[in-house]
C-alpha cells in the first residue's frame, strides 16, 4: 500500500475540492475558515470568479507540492496539512468507491475484493491519526470530528446496505443532492412504526402470494419473486409517495419475473382472475390472446397525495424492448396533459439483471432519455437482480462490466445498488430515487441485489448448473421471515402481529379483495381515453379526407408564409416558390406538397401529428423541408406550427440513429394517443429489420394477443433504383406474410394525392389499425409522378388504380397489374413502344387487399385472356407469394385467365451491386410485362 507521493491530488481529490471552490463562490461562509482563506487568497491573486476549476485545483497541487507555499490551507504546517488533505482524500474515496466494499449480497456469495482507497493507511493514515481531529470538508456533518468517526460516517453511508455509485455525474448540484440525503442520515432509514409495518405487510404479501399460487397450481409456470420479494414495497413506495409529488399516472413496464405479483399486489388486479388464468379460464376477446405473465392491466390507486392511475404494460417475452414502448406511452400521456415539465405522469422500468446488461435495446432507450423528441423527464429503473440470467450466473459469462446497471452510467443516472434483504434501505433506496427524478429530470437506477428461490421458472432444477449459488439459496430464510424477526426482536410488533398479517392477506386473496393500495372510487376520467368508437370498425368504411377550395387555398398560404427576414436557402427557396404554385393549380403538386398539405389539413381538423425518424425534418430525400432552416443565423420554423391559432401539437423531429427503440417508442406513444396521426419513418426501408421485434411482437400482433389498437403509420422507402443490395428492399414480402385477420394494412401510394388521401384516411376514419407505407425515393422527382391539385378536392385514397390512357377496352388481352414505381416504368415503355393491347393497373393497398376492386378492373375487359403480375423484386421477394396465394389475386381472377410473373429471378440478396446490370434487370421484367419478350416464368390457373 502506497502513500500517493508528493502530490496530494488525485482525481478523487480535484473533484472534492472543486465541490469546495463551488461553495465558497455560492457562499464563501459554507466553507471552512482554512478554505476560505485560501480561495480568497486566488481571486486576490487576480483570479476572479471565473476562474476554471481546474487551474484552482492546479494552483492548489502547486502549493500543495511546496511545503512553504503560502497559499494553500494548512499552509502554516505543511505536515498537519497533509494529513487533513489525507482525511479530505479518504472520504471522497468512499464517496466514489464505497459501494464496492457496500454489503450487497443477500447470499454472501463471494469476498468483495478490497479497495485500497478505502484504508486509511493508503492515504498515509496511521493508527495514531485515529484519534486526531480533522476537518470533514463536508457541509452534512459537524466541521471537526476524529478521524475513527469520520470513518463510522463514511463506512456507515456507503458501506452497508445500500452503495450508492453518483460520483460519475458530472453535475455538482446532483451529486452534491446525492451526498447531503445520505450522509445526514448515514443511509439509515429511520422509519417509523406505521412504515416499518406496511414494508412488512408487503413483505408478506409478495412472499404469501407465490406461496399460495404455489401450492395451489403446482407445477405450473409462474416466474416466481422469491428471493426479490423486497420489489414489492418498493414499487408501493414510488406509487403511494408519486401522488405526494402530483403524480396523476405511473406507466410500468416489466419482464416475466414477478409480474403475477405486481399485478395482484401493485396493480390491484382481482386475484380471482388469476386464479381463473391458471385454471385455462380465457376471459378475454381478443383473437388469441396471452399467457398470464403478458399480460397488462390498469387501476387506480388511492395514496395521501390523491388518485394515481396505474398502468402495466403488455409486453411479449422479448426482454427490454418494452422500456421505449413504455417511454412512447409516457410521452403520448404527458403530451395529453400539457405535462411540459414531465411531473404528471412517471415511467416505471423494471428490469432483470442479464437482460439490463445484453440488450442494446436498453442503452438506446438511455440515448432517447434526454432529447426533444422522446424525453419522459427521467425515468426510475429498477434491476431485479437475482444475479442469475437463466443458467447464466457467472458474470464473466453474462457481462463485461463491474455491475449489470454500467450502461447507465452513459446517462450519468445515480445508480443504487440495495440489498434486497434489508427492504427498509430497499424502500429508503426508492424514495432517494423518486425524489431525484423529481428535483432533475432524469434516469435513476435502483439495483435491487436479491437471489432466485426456484429455478428460471418453476419447473426448472436450478442445482444442477449453480450447485455453489443454490447451497446458500437453500439456507437463506428467506426475506419475510428475517424482517419480521428483526421487527418481533426490535420489539416493533409481535409475532402474533405478523401472524395475523399474513392470515389476513390470505383471507383476502381467497374471498378475491383485492390486495394492492386502496383503489379509488371516484376517478377523474378527463385523461383516460376512450376506445368505444374505434371498435367494430372496418377498414373499408368511408373516410371524407377532401378538403374545400378554400382550405386548399388557406392551407398552402400557411405553408409558405415564413416569418419577416427569413432568409431561405435558394434551394429551398425554390422549392416554397413552388409550393404557392402547385396550390394555385399552376403546376402538378409533388410528394412533398402534397404530404405537408396532409398534414396542415388533420392540424387543421384538430388532429395533432407526429413524425420521427432519421434526418425527418428535411427528409431523407430532400422532399419534405417540414422544418425550414434560416440562412443567416440557424434558427428553424415549422411551418406545420402555425396553420392556425390553438392548433393541436405538430411535431417533426430527428431521431437518434436507432431503429428499434425509436419505433417501439413510437408504437406505445400512438398505442396511447389515437386521436394523432404517429409516423416512423425509416432513413431506408431497409433498416426497419433492426426493428423486427418491434413489428412481429407489437405492431402485427397486439391486437390479436391483447386487444390493444394501434393506428402507427410506418413509411418505408422502398424501391429498385440501381443503389445496391442495401437501399432497395423494405422487405414488403414479410409485412404481407405478417397480414392476416385484418391486423394492419399494406399501401403503396404511387402518387402525390394517393399519399395525401391515404394519411389523412389513417385518422378520420376510426379504423384504428397499423399502416405500412412502401414510400417513394425515386418517384419523389418523377415527372409522371405528379397530381392535379383538384385531386385535393375532389379525390380519395384509390385501392386501385385501372389504366389511366384511353385504350379501346375490348382489344385489351392482357392486363398487367403492379405496384408502385415500376408502374411508371411500364406505363411509358408501353407508350413508346405503342402498345395498344395491354392495360396496366396499379393495386395501391396490398393489405386488405381490395377484392371486389380488382375483380371489377378484371372484368371491366371482355377479352382479357392473361393477368400478368409485375415486380421490382427477386421472384422470392417481394408480392409475388401473397399474389399468387388463392386468397388474394387468384380469387379475383376469372375461370378463364392464366396468372403470370414478370419480375427478376429468385435471388439471396435484394438487388445487384451494378447500376449496368441493374438497368439490364430492369429493361428485361419490363420488357416480359408487355410481351416484348416471351415470359419466361410459368402461369397459373385458377383451377391448378
Ligand atoms: C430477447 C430475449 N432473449 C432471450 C430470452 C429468453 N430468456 C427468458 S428469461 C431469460 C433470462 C433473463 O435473465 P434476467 O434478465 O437476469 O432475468 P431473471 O429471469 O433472472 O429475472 C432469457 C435469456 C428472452 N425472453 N428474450
Not at 437463506?476 to 389476513?504: C, F, I, N, T
Not at 388532429?607 to 432519421?614: A, E, I, K
Request: negative net charge; glycine residues 8%.
Amino acid at each position: 500500500m502506497s502513500n500517493p507521493g508528493p502530490s496530494v491530488l488525485y482525481s478523487g481529490n480535484a473533484a472534492f475540492i472543486e465541490q469546495l471552490y463551488e461553495t465558497f463562490l455560492r457562499d464563501p461562509g459554507q466553507v471552512e475558515p482554512e478554505w476560505r482563506e485560501y480561495f480568497a487568497s486566488l481571486q486576490a491573486d487576480g483570479a476572479g470568479r471565473d476562474t476554471p476549476h481546474s487551474q484552482v485545483v492546479q494552483k492548489f497541487s502547486d502549493a500543495a507540492r511546496q511545503p512553504r507555499a503560502a497559499a494553500a490551507p494548512g499552509a502554516a504546517s505543511p505536515a498537519i496539512h497533509q494529513k487533513q488533505v489525507s482525511v479530505l482524500q479518504l472520504i471522497n474515496a468512499y464517496r466514489f468507491r464505497g459501494h464496492q466494499q457496500a454489503d450487497l449480497d443477500p447470499l454472501k456469495q463471494h469476498e468483495r475484493p478490497k479497495v485500497p482507497e478505502l484504508d486509511p493507511a493508503f492515504h498515509g493514515l496511521d493508527q495514531a491519526d485515529l484519534d486526531a481531529k480533522f476537518n470533514t470538508g463536508s457541509l452534512f456533518a459537524p466541521n471537526e470530528l476524529a478521524l475513527r468517526e469520520i470513518l463510522d460516517i463514511v463506512r456507515e453511508t456507503y458501506c452497508r446496505t445500500i452503495g450508492a455509485e453518483y460520483m460519475h455525474i458530472n453535475e455538482t448540484e446532483q451529486k452534491r443532492w446525492i451526498q447531503q440525503r445520505l450522509e445526514e442520515i448515514r443511509s439509515k432509514p429511520g422509519f417509523g412504526i406505521d412504515k416499518r409495518k406496511r414494508i412488512l405487510d408487503r413483505v408478506i404479501a409478495a412472499n404469501a402470494l407465490e406461496e399460495y399460487l404455489h401450492t395451489k397450481y403446482v407445477g405450473q409456470k409462474r416466474f416466481s419473486l422469491e428471493g426479490g420479494e423486497s420489489t414489492i414495497p418498493l414499487l408501493d413506495e414510488l406509487v403511494q409517495a408519486s401522488g405526494t409529488h402530483g403524480v396523476r399516472e405511473v406507466v410500468i413496464g416489466m419482464a416475466h419475473r414477478g409480474r403475477l405479483n405486481v399485478l395482484i399486489n401493485i396493480i390491484g388486479k382481482r386475484p380471482h382472475e388469476l386464479f381463473g388464468e391458471f385454471e385455462g379460464k380465457y376471459g378475454g376477446d381478443s383473437a388469441s390472446g396471452d399467457v398470464k405473465y403478458h399480460l397488462g392491466y390498469s387501476s387506480d390507486i388511492q395514496t395521501p397525495g390523491g388518485v394515481v392511475h396505474l398502468t402495466l404494460a403488455f409486453n411479449p417475452s422479448h426482454l427490454e424492448i418494452i422500456d421505449p414502448v413504455v417511454e412512447g406511452s409516457v410521452r403520448a400521456r404527458q403530451d395529453r396533459r400539457l405535462d411540459r415539465t414531465r411531473d404528471q405522469v412517471l415511467p416505471v422500468l423494471l428490469h432483470g439483471d442479464a437482460a439490463f446488461a445484453g440488450q442494446g435495446v436498453v442503452m438506446e432507450t438511455f440515448q432517447l432519455s434526454q432529447t426533444r423528441g422522446y424525453t419522459t423527464g427521467g425515468t426510475i429503473h429498477v434491476i431485479v437482480n437475482n444475479q442469475i440470467g437463466f443458467t447464466t450466473s457467472d458474470p464473466l459469462d453474462s457481462r463485461s462490466t463491474l455491475y449489470c446497471t454500467d450502461v447507465a452510467k452513459a446517462v450519468q443516472a445515480p445508480i443504487f445498488h440495495v440489498n434486497g434483504d434489508d427492504p427498509e434501505a430497499v424502500v429508503l433506496a426508492g424514495k432517494l430515487a423518486l425524489d431525484f427524478r423529481m428535483e432533475f429530470k432524469k434516469d435513476v437506477i435502483i439495483d435491487l441485489v436479491c437471489f432466485r428461490r426456484h429455478g428460471h421458472s418453476e419447473a426448472d432444477e436450478p442445482a444442477a448448473t449453480q450447485p455453489i449459488m443454490y447451497r446458500q439459496v437453500r439456507k437463506h430464510p428467506g426475506v419475510r421471515r428475517l424482517y419480521a424477526e428483526r421487527l418481533v426482536q426490535e420489539g416493533a410488533m409481535s409475532q402474533a402481529d405478523v401472524d395475523a398479517m399474513a392470515k389476513e392477506y390470505v383471507d383476502s386473496l381467497e374471498s378475491n379483495r383485492p390486495v394492492a393500495g386502496t383503489l379509488a372510487t371516484n376517478v377523474d376520467t378527463k385523461f383516460l381515453i376512450n376506445y368505444a368508437p374505434y371498435k367494430g370498425t372496418a377498414w373499408n368504411m368511408p373516410a371524407d379526407t377532401a378538403l374545400s377550395a378554400e382550405m386548399v387555398a388557406r392551407l398552402t398560404e400557411r405553408l409558405t408564409t415564413l416569418p419577416e427576414g427569413f432568409a431561405l436557402h435558394p434551394t429551398v427557396q425554390r422549392i416554397i416558390e413552388n409550393r404557392r404554385k402547385m396550390g394555385a393549380g399552376e403546376m402538378g403538386m409533388d410528394w412533398g406538397y402534397a404530404e405537408n398539405m396532409a398534414y396542415a389539413a388533420l392540424l387543421d381538423q384538430g388532429y395533432p401529428v407526429r413524425l420521427s425518424g432519421q434526418d425527418s425534418g428535411r427528409g431523407t430525400f430532400f422532399h419534405r423541408h417540414a422544418v425550414i432552416h434560416n440562412q443567416e443565423d440557424g434558427t428553424t420554423f415549422l411551418p406545420l406550427q402555425h396553420i392556425r391559432p390553438g392548433q393541436p401539437s405538430f411535431l417533426v423531429i430527428n431521431s437518434t440513429l436507432s431503429e428499434e427503440a425509436v419505433l417501439a417508442f413510437e408504437y406505445g406513444y400512438s398505442s396511447a394517443e389515437p386521436s394523432s396521426l404517429v409516423i416512423w419513418e425509416a432513413q431506408f426501408g431497409d433498416f426497419a429489420n433492426g426493428a423486427q421485434v418491434v413489428f412481429d411482437q407489437f405492431i402485427s400482433s397486439c391486437e390479436a394477443k391483447w386487444g390493444r389498437f394501434c393506428g402507427l403509420t410506418v413509411m418505408l422507402p422502398h424501391g429498385y433504383d440501381g443503389q445496391g443490395p442495401e437501399h432497395s428492399s423494405a422487405r414488403l414480402e414479410r409485412f404481407l406474410q405478417l397480414c392476416a385477420q385484418e391486423n394492419m394494412q399494406v399501401c403503396v401510394p404511387s402518387t402525390p394525392a394517393q399519399m395525401f388521401h391515404m394519411l389523412r384516411r389513417q385518422v378520420i376514419r376510426p379504423y384504428r389499425k397499423p399502416l405500412i407505407i412502401m414510400s417513394p425515393k425515386s418517384l419523389l422527382r418523377h415527372k409522371l409522378s405528379v397530381s392535379p391539385v383538384d385531386l385535393l378536392v375532389k379525390g380519395r385514397f384509390e385501392l386501385v388504380i385501372d389504366e389511366i390512357d384511353p385504350l379501346d377496352k375490348g382489344a385489351i388481352t392482357r392486363l398487367v397489374f403492379c405496384a408502385g414505381k415500376v408502374y411508371f416504368d411500364l406505363l411509358e415503355a408501353r407508350r413508346s413502344n405503342s402498345i395498344s393491347n395491354i392495360a396496366i393497373g396499379r393495386i395501391e393497398q396490398l393489405f386488405p387487399f381490395p377484392h371486389k376492386e380488382v375483380k371489377a378492373v378484371i372484368d371491366s375487359y371482355p377479352n382479357l385472356k392473361e393477368v400478368v403480375w409485375v415486380q421490382e423484386e427477386p421472384k422470392n421477394q417481394g408480392s409475388w407469394y401473397y399474389m399468387q396465394s388463392r386468397g388474394t389475386m387468384i380469387g379475383a381472377l376469372g375461370e378463364h385467365h392464366t396468372f403470370g410473373y414478370a419480375g427478376r429471378h429468385y435471388s439471396a440478396s435484394p438487388a445487384v451491386g451494378s447500376m449496368g446490370l441493374h438497368q439490364k434487370q430492369q429493361k428485361q421484367l419490363v420488357d416480359d410485362a408487355l410481351a416484348l419478350t416471351k415470359l419466361e416464368v410459368t402461369t397459373h390457373r385458377k383451377s391448378a
